[in-house]
T-cell receptor, first 114, second 110 residues
Framework: NAGVTQTPKFQVLKTGQSMTLQCAQDMNHEYMSWYRQDPGMGLRLIHYSVGAGITDQGEVPNGYNVSRSTTEDFPLRLLSAAPSQTSVYFC?????????????FGPGTRLTVT | RKEVEQDPGPFNVPEGATVAFNCTYSNSASQSFFWYRQDCRKEPKLLMSVYSSGNEDGRFTAQLNRASQYISLLIRDSKLSDSATYLCVVSTGTASKLTFGTGTRLQVTL
């Protein structure tokens, strides 16, 4: 199993550009989520999904869109990049069940917006 | 008030020392509790779940006090390889969303 994969690993954007961060998992997990991690702020939830066709907003959704057309893929779209979106982005997945299971993270995408 | 609060450290300890981290959470309806470990510039990984009865995994012991809304992690006989940031994590609400503390950094030295 590859686990959770993310592409690209690094990205530099200019203000106003758009792009999509890719995330895929091969563990058949229902739950997938995107976080951003900034110094002193911890990981903050951007969007999450409990299954194909179902998405919802997290703590900091503004400026980001997601879709979940398959169980495996959960791309994150930046609509019009801003310097405030400079961050490390982590995608994660876990099964859904009667307890909260271990969450698996991808290796992260380091995004700089100039 | 943050939902999950941790002392950011850093905690600098010599090899072999015992070190304890604390964490408090604000939502009394929180359901599940975890410690994750994050190495520098890497993704977080589950260290252990935390149960009300307390649980131990080798040199690591985790405790939960629901009445005080307090979670702890004790590391005995610290190793150089324990140097990392330890994240306190709480799951709450529908879909059991995870809320992460900002992390406590541990540096173990010779």
């Amino acid at each position: 199993n590859a686990g959770v994969t993310q592409t690209p690993k690094f990205q530099v954007l200019k203000t106003g550009q758009s792009m999509t961060l890719q995330c895929a998992q091969d563990m058949n997990h229902e739950y997938m989520s995107w976080y951003r991690q900034d110094p002193g702020m911890g990981l903050r939830l951007i969007h999450y999904s409990v299954g194909a066709g179902i998405t919802d907003q997290g703590e900091v959704p503004n400026g980001y869109n997601v879709s979940r057309s398959t169980t495996e893929d959960f791309p994150l779209r930046l609509l019009s990049a801003a310097p405030s979106q400079t961050s490390v982005y982590f995608c994660a997945s876990r099964p859904i069940g009667p307890i909260t299971y271990e969450q698996y993270f991808g290796p992260g995408t380091r995004l700089t917006v100039t | 008030r943050k939902e999950v609060e941790q002392d950011p450290g850093p905690f600098n300890v010599p090899e072999g020392a015992t070190v304890a981290f604390n964490c408090t959470y604000s939502n009394s309806a929180s359901q599940s509790f975890f410690w994750y470990r994050q190495d520098c510039r890497k993704e977080p990984k589950l260290l252990m779940s935390v149960y009300s009865s307390g649980n131990e995994d080798g040199r690591f012991t985790a405790q939960l006090n629901r009445a005080s809304q307090y979670i702890s992690l004790l590391i005995r006989d610290s190793k150089l390889s324990d140097s990392a940031t330890y994240l306190c994590v709480v799951s709450t609400g529908t879909a059991s969303k995870l809320t992460f503390g900002t992390g406590t950094r541990l540096q173990v030295t010779l």
